[in-house]
């Protein structure tokens, strides 16, 4: 039992690390690692694009760089206070998996946002790659004006990312990665052109209006076949190569729908749901020592270890917490209860044979484990197919869910078996008559003696 005794005060001291760093903890008046809230919670709205992937091969590829594209311009947007929101979420989603039919979108949402033609505006161009040439007085351009733009520093060509068929990387003789580009013949004609009139110049390529690479031209190229060569790292050269080959490859949205939530219905969903939360574990927690008592009492205090884990493991993600992922969080904390009313009915079972209580917790979690085991992992299974067919809603209630589960059954079948154990008596030889009345009713439950 001192085994049992030593690892539940350590797991207790670090829930309670834990507790405090993820949820407690706080800098300039504000929590570390703040939740997430959807628009349904905290109010504001939510924008719908279609994007046009007809023309496209890599469909997934193509929508991961329109999001990081609009992920930039959201950012740059906040830097420049034009949409008042700081915690947007952009998500892509592919409508009607089953049928074949796909129609890939871009949802997103912005927190706090009260401009939404601004927002409608910024969000619904369709990226752009450009080939900018940087001018030769440009240290006097910066001495004159010292935040300079990109028009001021500058001057485009007729290069864009329709001319470009495609960027890889390749290694030098030196194992060095470099970046090489394929023009078509147009691109080729006008690309020859270029280098031969500004050798020795700078040449940028910007996508979305942000600089991915600049290299100096170093000579004519005639056949249509450039490389940037640099101290690149693999990783840097594969990021940059992703970012031409999708730029080069625009792809229209068209802006398909738009809903507002009034902060007043946020912050009241969200009051609600806390209150419903905090209210549904008081009784709960009442029923469990009342009708359970002392395994009521650990299962109390591991459901209380189950809930920092899980909202430690939402903001680490980060979970963005909706209504809908409210209530799969809810039910997985129900299922964590169920789990350790198994435990406790086995063990009960037990015990009216005449065991003792160590022999009886030890067969009640043996014979609990099999129904545990099943019941989470059909949970987990549903979880899965939710989110990958779900939409955005169904997606946040599938992951809560499914993050849940698996923290409930390390919460029944770790802490709660090792907090058991701990206040368990030692085991008594022979039979359970000999074990003390006390510690007979505090391990039984219900009107079993």
């Known amino acids: 039992m001192r085994k049992h005794a030593t690892i539940s005060i350590i797991l207790l001291v670090l829930f309670g690390l834990l507790g405090w760093y993820f949820l407690i903890n706080q800098r300039g008046g504000e929590t570390r690692f703040p939740f997430r809230f959807g628009l349904d919670l905290v109010g504001g709205t939510e924008l719908v694009y279609r994007a046009d992937t007809t023309q496209v091969d890599d469909v997934d590829g193509v929508m991961e760089s329109l999001k990081g594209v609009i992920e930039r311009r959201i950012a740059q947007a906040n830097l420049s206070g034009a949409l008042g929101t700081l915690e947007p979420l952009i998500q892509t989603e592919s409508a009607g998996i089953i049928s074949g039919n796909r129609d890939e979108r871009l949802i997103v949402e912005l927190p706090g946002v009260t401009d939404v033609e601004k927002a409608k505006a910024l969000i619904g161009k369709t990226p752009t790659l450009e080939f900018w040439l940087l001018k ?17 520093l500058y001057t485009p060509t007729e290069i864009t990312g329709k001319y470009l068929t495609r960027a890889s990387v390749v290694f030098g003789q030196t194992g060095t990665p470099a970046i090489a580009l394929n023009f078509n013949k147009e691109g080729g004609v006008l690309f020859a052109k270029l280098t031969k009139e500004h050798k020795g110049e700078s040449l940028a390529i910007f996508l979305d209006g ?5 290299a100096v031209i170093q000579d004519e190229i005639t056949n249509g076949e450039a490389q940037i060569t640099g101290s690149f790292t693999p990783e840097y050269a594969k990021a940059s190569v992703k970012d031409l080959n999708y730029g080069a490859l625009p792809v229209p ?33 009442i029923f469990l020592v009342l009708w359970y008592r002392l395994p009521g009492l650990i299962a109390v205090i591991a459901l209380i270890s189950y809930t920092i884990l899980s909202l430690a ?44 209580i160590h022999d009886s917790l030890h067969e009640g979690f043996l014979r609990a484990w099999l129904s545990i085991r099943d019941s989470n992992i059909s949970s987990i299974i549903t979880a899965i197919v939710l989110f990958w067919l779900g939409t955005s809603a169904v997606k946040g209630f599938a992951l809560t869910l499914g993050v849940g589960v698996m923290v409930s059954m390390f919460s029944a079948i770790t802490l709660s078996r090792t907090f058991l154990f701990a206040a368990c008596p030692e085991p008594v030889e022979g039979a359970s008559a000999k074990e003390g009345k006390i510690s007979r009713f505090l391990f039984s439950n219900g009107f079993h003696k």
């Open 136 to 152: 030769r007085n440009v240290q006097e351009i910066i001495d004159a004006n010292p935040q300079p733009t990109i028009e001021d």
């Open 210 to 214: 942000t600089r991915i690479q600049e």
């Open 253 to 285: 949205i068209e802006f398909h729908s738009s809903q507002t939530i009034g902060a007043t219905l946020g912050d009241a969903t969200l009051d609600a749901g806390v209150r419903a939360g905090v209210i549904g574990f008081v009784v709960l927690s």
């Open 313 to 356: 493991i939402f903001k680490l993600i980060p979970v963005t917490l909706t209504a809908a992922g409210m209530a799969g969080f809810v039910l997985s904390l129900g299922m964590a209860v169920d789990a350790n009313i198994l435990i406790f009915e086995r063990t009960k079972e037990e015990m009216k044979k005449g065991k003792n």
